[in-house]
T-cell receptor, first 111, second 114 residues
Framework: EPEVTQTPSHQVTQMGQEVILRCVPI?????FYWYRQILGQKVEFLVS????????KSEIFDDQFSVERPDGSNFTLKIRSTKLEDSAMYFC?????????FGPGTRLTVL | AQSVTQPDIHITVSEGASLELRCNYSYGATPYLFWYVQSPGQGLQLLLKYFSGDTLVQGIKGFEAEFKRSQSSFNLRKPSVHWSDAAEYFC????????????FGAGTILRVKS
């Protein structure tokens, strides 16, 4: 069964460093998403992406964040200059007929 | 904007007992409704979804949920809980007029005692 994959599973970085989180959505899906979950809190929407552009973004998704689909398979989330409060689990999802399929997540730890 | 309320932060049930997890949403029309389960350190697995039609939907692992428009609720139920059901459960909605993002509730942590 096809699934969404994410790499790395865990990323540790120093405050101020750039990180890129990678996702491979399910191949015939057209909408892609990033969500995050700070430890002990609810899952929050960051951004949705369709037809090679951002279709919606939340107030969390400020200028420090960017997304890209550099080729036909990968979907990346970049954080330009990480802050302590960016520490969270980041989930990628892709959707088909209204249902979103989630990857296993990347745990980002900012020191 | 839409919102989702899961009033119970923690629930503890005995193995074999029935379970109901509550979910209420705030939205004028009928949203798409979902229940996800998350085991510690894991991703989100879809249990079931409601888009339209029969208001009682069946999901995986023996779970079901009932959409009640008059109460703006979508409660999750299971007749007999297994120890492996211990996890965190999230209710989520998509209100298409606000885009197609999922809006999640705060989650309910289920503990199962033997």
């Amino acid at each position: 069964e096809p699934e969404v994959t994410q790499t790395p599973s865990h990323q540790v970085t120093q405050m101020g460093q750039e990180v890129i989180l990678r996702c491979v959505p399910i191949s015939n899906h057209l909408y892609f998403y990033w969500y995050r979950q700070i430890l002990g809190q609810k899952v929050e929407f960051l951004v949705s992406f369709y037809n090679n552009e951002i279709s919606e973004k939340s107030e969390i998704f400020d200028d420090q964040f960017s997304v890209e689909r550099p080729d036909g398979s990968n979907f990346t989330l970049k954080i330009r200059s990480t802050k302590l409060e960016d520490s969270a689990m980041y989930f990628c999802a892709s959707s088909w007929e209204g249902e979103q399929f989630f990857g296993p997540g990347t745990r980002l730890t900012v020191l | 904007a839409q919102s989702v309320t899961q009033p119970d932060i923690h629930i503890t049930v005995s193995e074999g007992a029935s379970l109901e997890l509550r979910c209420n949403y705030s939205y004028g029309a009928t949203p798409y409704l979902f229940w996800y389960v998350q085991s510690p350190g894991q991703g989100l697995q879809l249990l079931l979804k409601y888009f339209s039609g029969d208001t009682l939907v069946q999901g995986i692992k023996g779970f079901e949920a009932e959409f009640k428009r008059s109460q703006s609720s979508f409660n999750l139920r299971k007749p007999s809980v297994h120890w492996s059901d211990a996890a965190e459960y999230f209710c989520a909605v998509v209100a298409m007029e606000y885009g197609n993002k999922l809006v999640f509730g705060a989650g309910t942590i289920l503990r199962v005692k033997s």
